[in-house]
């Protein structure tokens, strides 16, 4: 496959934003099963082999897996603080869990969780995401092995088919808009900002 | 009218980071007229006088305000990169057009446009927003009128029901979640982070 024509661009916002941590931390949007929306900021972990498809992390437990049962659309807001850009990717999410028949998949989601800290790891071993707190203790469990992933840790794919980037910078701004055809070829236009 | 409980530590949160320019852009979670998210960096412009209301600012030509009239639900996610703090802010927008009839609400739109800078105000006379490119002098229109905002600038305010509050840096991190009752008091709790 080749690289949708928006990698460049954010490969490049990446590297001049490297010195920021918070510029790997953008913001997914998913909508309730009561049809409202919901956002949270979400560590970005890379792409998938040779793929255009995003990776993150995520609990079976968490209330995403529940919406995502729901609707299985995305919104990733990614605001570049140092060169002034935000990325807006719109796409399919797809959860990648332990039951994953794909081998290539499921290696992909226990490649993550290999290259985890022992701390991150263990945050997929504490109680319930979301319930009724529970004392200290509950949050140090045994360090789960480093090997083979909980069975509740999921990979999420974030698979793009639009992605605005809006550059503020620019006088005026500058605007494009990347959308994917039915034949899986990306258009791209300028817009207005 | 009292504060909001969460309105404590959201101040301490914007005091703290108060170095990062990118704290006061949250992202702002909506649901299109397809029931797929939207999600993109907007302005937090203050409280609306003595409410817990939070103010933004909006050109009704743009999608958002399509968007609001499917749905009024708004989910704002708020991420502090210095202090590793998320706020979720979950809850009803209002857009505030030159139509107005409450007089608060019109001289509290007329107010943001006064305090605009010259060229935060000549934005809202830009070609239509996300429409086809136009060339650069349609970018360069006359300076409005500085006292009285143009047609199409609108206060957009939230107003939260659910505020998420999650510290990482706590060991474990620290999880809050506000929750406003239907008598208008505010319930707390902790959860499981």
Known sequence: ????????????????????????????ATVKPDGRPA??????????????????????????????????????CWYFGKTREQFRLAGKLSLITAAQPDPSLASARTALWQNLSDSARQQFAWPNPGGNWLEKPAFTPDLPDAQIPLPNFCLLL????????LELRG???????YQQQTNGEWSLKSINP
């Open 171 to 177: 006088e005026p701004q500058n605007r494009w808009l």
């Open 39 to 76: 956002n949270r900021t979400i560590v970005f972990r890379g792409f998938w082999s040779q793929t255009n498809h995003l990776q993150f992390i995520t609990d079976q437990r968490s209330q995403k897996v529940e919406q995502l049962q729901h609707s299985a659309w995305g919104e990733l």
């Open 1 to 28: 496959m080749t690289l949708a024509p928006w990698r460049s661009p954010l490969a490049r916002a990446l590297h001049r934003n490297r010195s920021l941590a918070a510029s790997r931390y953008p913001q997914l």
């Open 158 to 165: 974030l698979e793009p088919t639009q992605v605005d980037h």
